[in-house]
C-alpha cells in the first residue's frame, strides 16, 4: 500500500518568493496533520483537518501560511511570503480518523535564502 | 500545557548493550502515549500506542511500558540497525493533537 506521498522532497527559494508543499493522504484515510520539525523545537503540529474541515490551526505561525483540502486525498500548505526563518522539514501525516494513529509522510526539506 | 521531556537527548550503546530511553510527561487527560522511530531524512514511523498505567507492547527488540508520569522504552540487545532518534508522544482526552518531545539519539555501534 502506498504511504503518505509529499512533495516536493526538496525546495530551495528566496525569501519573499511563495512556497507550495503538497499532500496526497492514505487512501481511506480522513485525517490530515501538517508538522513542522527544526532542530531547535523539535516537531510541532501547524494545522490539522477532519474529513477536509481544518479543525485547528492554532499552530500556524502567522498569516503568512495558509493550508487547504481541495478534496478528501489531497492538501497543500503554502507560505507566502517565505521568509528564512521558516526554513525546516515539513511533513504530512494522515489517520484513519483522528484518534487513530498518525502515519507520516517523507518530509520536504525547505531552504529559504 | 502538555508536556513532554525526552532523556537522554543522545545515548550511545554497543550492539548487544540493553538500555531505556525515557519519556516524561504532563497532560491534563493522557488519552494515549505514542512512541515513533525516525531514520536520517525520514517521516517518523510508528512503533506503539499506550493508554493506561501498567500497560506494555513489544516489537522485536523494544518493549514500552507506561506509568502515570512517564514511559520506557527499553531496547534488549541492540543491533547497529537501532540507530535512530526515537520520540515519544501524548494525546489528553480534549484535543486530537499530538505533543511531541524533542527525542532520543540512539547510536548503536558494532
Known amino acids: 500500500d502506498a504511504g503518505v506521498i509529499q512533495s516536493p522532497r526538496h525546495e530551495v527559494t528566496e525569501m519573499g518568493q511563495e512556497v507550495t508543499l503538497r499532500c496526497k493522504l492514505i487512501?481511506?484515510?480522513?485525517?490530515l496533520f501538517w508538522y513542522r520539525q527544526t532542530m531547535m523545537r523539535g516537531l510541532e503540529l501547524l494545522i490539522y483537518?477532519?474529513?477536509?474541515?481544518?479543525?485547528?490551526d492554532s499552530g500556524m505561525p502567522e498569516d503568512r501560511f495558509s493550508a487547504k483540502m481541495p478534496n478528501a486525498s489531497f492538501s497543500t500548505l503554502k507560505i507566502q511570503p517565505s521568509e528564512p526563518r521558516d526554513s525546516a522539514v515539513y511533513f504530512c501525516?494522515?489517520?484513519?480518523?483522528?484518534?487513530?494513529?498518525?502515519?507520516f509522510g517523507p518530509g520536504t526539506r525547505l531552504l529559504v535564502l | 500545557e502538555d508536556q513532554v521531556t525526552q532523556s537522554p537527548e543522545a545515548l550511545r550503546l554497543q550492539e548487544g548493550e540493553s538500555s531505556s530511553l525515557n519519556c516524561s510527561y504532563t497532560?491534563?487527560?493522557?488519552?494515549?502515549l505514542f512512541w515513533y522511530r525516525q531514520d536520517p531524512g525520514k517521516g517518523p514511523e510508528f512503533l506503539f500506542t499506550?493508554?493506561?498505567a501498567g500497560e506494555e507492547k513489544e516489537k522485536e527488540r523494544l518493549k514500552a511500558t507506561l506509568t502515570k508520569k512517564e514511559s520506557f522504552l527499553h531496547i534488549t540487545a541492540p543491533k547497529p540497525e537501532d540507530s535512530a532518534t526515537y520520540l515519544c508522544?501524548?494525546?489528553?482526552?480534549?484535543?486530537?493533537?499530538?505533543?511531541f518531545g524533542t527525542g532520543t539519539r540512539l547510536l548503536v555501534s558494532p
Open positions: 501525516a494522515s489517520s484513519l480518523n483522528s484518534e487513530e494513529t498518525q502515519y
Open positions: 487512501s481511506g484515510h480522513n485525517s
Open positions: 483537518f477532519n474529513n477536509n474541515v481544518p479543525i485547528d
Open positions: 497532560v491534563s487527560g493522557l488519552r494515549g
Open positions: 499506550l493508554y493506561s
Open positions: 508522544a501524548v494525546r489528553n482526552t480534549g484535543f486530537q493533537k499530538l505533543v
